[in-house]
């Protein structure tokens, strides 16, 4: 997908620095771009209504509220219907250890990021899984180590 047209270098700006620290001060932001607050405000608003800013999140580490175990999870699945895709979408949507779930191409329908407290918190999310839908290949992998985390895009 190409960058969207309609977004200058100024809005390029904002958001770069929005996502580093979203905590920043609308006065903070409005200075770093050489704006006043109030045309930096309107930017602001236009993406968020534009959908361009889909929100504002602090983030956690997840070993210091008790989820220091990360799982990895690639289904198969043998039935491609829609019905079977909105079941296992609202199965995913009522687990809250599910942080992501993407549709994959491949050999892999779906990968999951599961975040639990330990494997025994795993193994109950495994079996409210595996009854949710039915499923053709269930892989679990577990992280020892995040190496990188990028959560902000690299705004081109």
Request: glycine content about 2%; some cysteine.
């Given at each position: ?15 770069a ?11 903070q ?5 050489h ?5 930096c405000w309107k930017?602001i ?11 504002r ?14 799982a990895?999870?690639?289904i198969?699945?043998a039935d491609?219907s829609?019905a079977?895709m ?7 949507e009522a687990m809250?250890e ?7 191409a ?5 990968l999951l990021r ?9 193994d109950?999310?495994y079996?409210?899984l595996?009854?949710?839908a039915p499923l053709?290949?269930v892989s679990s ?14 705004i081109?």
């Amino acid at each position: 997908m190409t960058p969207r047209s309609d977004l200058d270098a100024t809005d390029r700006a904002i958001l770069a620095l929005i996502q580093a620290d979203a905590s920043l001060s609308l006065a903070q932001i409005a200075a770093a771009v050489h704006l006043t607050p109030s045309p930096c405000w309107k930017r602001i608003r236009r993406m968020e209504e534009a959908g361009v800013i889909r929100g504002r999140v602090t983030l956690v580490d997840p070993a210091a509220v008790g989820l220091p175990l990360t799982a990895f999870v690639a289904i198969e699945t043998a039935d491609h219907s829609e019905a079977w895709m909105q079941r296992f979408a609202a199965a995913m949507e009522a687990m809250p250890e599910v942080m992501e779930v993407w549709r994959m191409a491949g050999d892999v329908d779906y990968l999951l990021r599961v975040v639990v407290s330990d494997m025994a918190a795993y193994d109950r999310f495994y079996r409210r899984l595996i009854a949710a839908a039915p499923l053709k290949n269930v892989s679990s992998r577990f992280a020892m180590e995040q190496v990188k985390a990028a959560r902000a895009l690299p705004i081109p």
